[in-house]
């Protein structure tokens, strides 16, 4: 089934000049950039969209690398995107990740690990609907 699911290429691999390379692999993986914006998270932003992990002890972290350069936030479109993209990017901690995937590519560590990607179709439509309108996503 063809899904959307949202994207962040994190402020660790902007900094890198990574953007082109990780829209690359994305793009190698079959899945179509559908929406891409460039934006400087503000903390409410990031402390809204990572509300789920505010009681966990690297929130602050978390919350800080997330605003502390730009991000790139994306749509992006294909065959069962939301698990496809999970492939794609690899394992939270990029020791972990396996061989050709995005954090095993670029990541610097678990914290710092270069790609979101939505962990369900549900969480998907919340994630892109807080960074897009349905004009901006064009297919
Ligand atoms: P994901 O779905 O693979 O991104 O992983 P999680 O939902 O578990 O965590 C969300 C994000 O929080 C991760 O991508 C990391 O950027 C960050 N994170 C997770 N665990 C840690 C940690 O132990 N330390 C720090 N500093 N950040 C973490």
Redesign the pocket.
Known sequence: MTEHTFSIIKPDATRRNLTGKVNAVIEDAGLRIVAQRRIKMSRAQAEKF?EV?SERP?FG??VDFMTSAPVVVQVLEGDNAVARYREVMGA?NPAQAADGTIRKLFAES??E?SV?GS?SLENAQLEIAQFFSADDIVG
Request: aromatic fraction near 18%; proline fraction near 0%; avoid cysteine.
């Open positions: 990572y992990h690297f972290e978390l939270t678990v914290g690990n979101h962990d």
